[in-house]
């Protein structure tokens, strides 16, 4: 047995050895590519979204492809990083949601800029002290971000991505001991999103003892200097604070999932499964936005989400966020888009970008 033991260790390193080679291989002509390249562009997700589909289909396990894509993720940063640093500026501080969305999209191998708002991340990146931003858009249980969806219509950046995060909450605190705790810090969203799982399991906290914060990180480490004190936050969280995790996943959904958008100054070239997102107004009146989306029905273009917003322009007036299935690029999104831009009042788009 000891023998056939070693013997089965002594082909993992040698697989480790070779898998070493090819990583440093890779990485080699992923610099040879970027020497090349007139444009200077490193990011390319439309590139990156193929890689990852054609993995997914090749992959024959037993690794599942979630592990397979983490694993590329991060194989794809060192080598960007390789070609040229990126630095991606998220909402913050460490170990908030933003950040594991955009640690999930670009790998570790970047410079992370911690912003205090959304409008911040937003001028760091049209500034260009960050190539890039990670945004919150919706929530599966929650809604939309209204911050983002406005910084949107007043911003010349473009949306060159999307990630989708499920979000799962953990209490934290100093120790597990649940009998000790006498309040709870957290974001009013994730007391929203926990609320069932707080009422069964932790009753004799009122909500006077539910203590709001700016951020889930923020309310980790508050709990980090209060011994009577949990927090509701990511894992991350947990992790960077220094925090023992009483409970996980004790959201009331499981499936509760918050979308992010990718901000920078490129347009993202087709992958072959692309969405676009744009921004429409009509005028009021009976019927109006069923002739203005009817283009779309016509040219066979999918939407995944219409979403109103008052436009700030005027009383009772409102604009409507939408995307669509395909990138501006193919003919009939083309065709769709010539069509709405002949109905509607305004029409803006952020970009087209791989589907998450």
């Given at each position: 047995?000891?023998?056939?033991l070693?013997?089965?260790?002594?082909?993992?390193?040698?697989i480790?050895n070779?898998?070493?080679?090819l990583?440093?291989?890779r990485a080699?002509?992923?610099?040879?590519?970027?020497q090349k390249?007139?444009?200077?562009?490193?990011?390319?997700?439309?590139?990156?979204?193929?890689?990852?589909?054609?993995?997914?289909?090749?992959?024959?396990?037993?690794v599942?492809?979630?592990?397979?894509?983490?694993l590329?993720?991060?194989?794809?940063?060192?080598?960007?990083a390789?070609?040229?640093?990126i630095t991606?500026?998220?909402l913050g501080?460490?170990?908030t949601?933003?950040?594991?969305a955009?640690?999930?999209?670009f790998?570790?191998?970047?410079?992370?800029?911690?912003?205090?708002?959304?409008?911040?991340?937003?001028?760091?990146?049209?500034?260009?002290a960050?190539?890039?931003?990670?945004v919150?858009?919706?929530?599966?249980?929650e809604?939309?971000i209204g911050?983002t969806?406005?910084?949107?219509?007043?911003?010349?950046?473009?949306?060159c991505g999307?990630?989708?995060?499920?979000?799962?909450?953990y209490?934290?605190?100093?120790?597990?001991?649940?009998s000790?705790?006498?309040?709870?810090?957290?974001?009013?969203?994730s007391?929203?999103?926990?609320?069932?799982?707080?009422?069964?399991?932790l009753?004799h906290?009122l909500?006077?003892?539910?203590?709001n914060?700016?951020s889930?990180?923020?309310?980790?480490?508050?709990?980090?200097?209060?011994?009577?004190a949990?927090?509701i936050?990511?894992?991350r969280?947990?992790?960077?604070?220094?925090l023992?995790?009483?409970a996980?996943?004790?959201?009331?959904?499981?499936?509760?999932?918050?979308?992010?958008?990718?901000?920078?100054?490129?347009?993202?070239?087709?992958s072959?499964?692309?969405?676009?997102?744009?921004?429409?107004?009509?005028?009021?009146?009976?019927?109006?936005?069923?002739?203005?989306?009817?283009?779309?029905?016509?040219?066979?273009?999918g939407?995944?989400r219409?979403?109103?917003?008052?436009?700030?322009?005027?009383l009772?007036?409102?604009?409507?966020?939408i995307?669509?299935?395909?990138?501006?690029?193919?003919?009939?999104?083309?065709?769709?888009?010539q069509?709405?831009r002949?109905k509607?009042?305004?029409?803006?788009?952020?970009?087209?970008?791989?589907?998450?």
């Amino acid at each position: 047995m000891t023998e056939e033991l070693q013997h089965l260790r002594d082909k993992i390193d040698t697989i480790d050895n070779e898998l070493l080679k090819l990583v440093n291989e890779r990485a080699k002509l992923a610099q040879a590519i970027g020497q090349k390249k007139k444009s200077g562009i490193i990011y390319r997700p439309d590139r990156e979204a193929q890689i990852l589909e054609r993995l997914k289909e090749h992959n024959l396990g037993p690794v599942a492809n979630e592990r397979i894509i983490q694993l590329f993720t991060e194989i794809m940063s060192l080598c960007r990083a390789m070609e040229e640093p990126i630095t991606v500026a998220y909402l913050g501080p460490r170990g908030t949601f933003s950040e594991e969305a955009a640690l999930k999209r670009f790998g570790n191998a970047i410079t992370t800029a911690a912003c205090d708002s959304i409008d911040e991340v937003f001028r760091k990146v049209e500034s260009g002290a960050a190539g890039y931003g990670v945004v919150p858009i919706e929530n599966s249980t929650e809604g939309a971000i209204g911050r983002t969806m406005d910084l949107l219509l007043q911003t010349p950046l473009i949306v060159c991505g999307e990630i989708q995060l499920p979000i799962h909450q953990y209490l934290m605190a100093q120790h597990t001991e649940l009998s000790q705790i006498n309040k709870i810090y957290s974001h009013p969203q994730s007391f929203s999103q926990c609320h069932e799982w707080l009422h069964r399991n932790l009753p004799h906290l009122l909500d006077t003892a539910r203590i709001n914060a700016p951020s889930n990180a923020d309310a980790a480490r508050l709990a980090a200097a209060d011994k009577n004190a949990a927090a509701i936050a990511s894992k991350r969280a947990a992790d960077v604070f220094g925090l023992a995790i009483c409970a996980e996943n004790i959201e009331d959904d499981p499936k509760n999932t918050t979308r992010f958008l990718v901000i920078g100054t490129q347009n993202i070239a087709a992958s072959g499964k692309d969405k676009t997102s744009l921004v429409i107004s009509t005028n009021n009146r009976p019927g109006a936005i069923h002739e203005l989306l009817a283009p779309l029905a016509q040219y066979g273009v999918g939407m995944s989400r219409l979403e109103s917003r008052p436009s700030r322009t005027g009383l009772w007036e409102y604009v409507f966020f939408i995307d669509i299935e395909g990138h501006q690029e193919n003919q009939n999104v083309v065709t769709a888009l010539q069509e709405l831009r002949k109905k509607a009042t305004f029409l803006k788009i952020f970009g087209s970008y791989p589907v998450a």
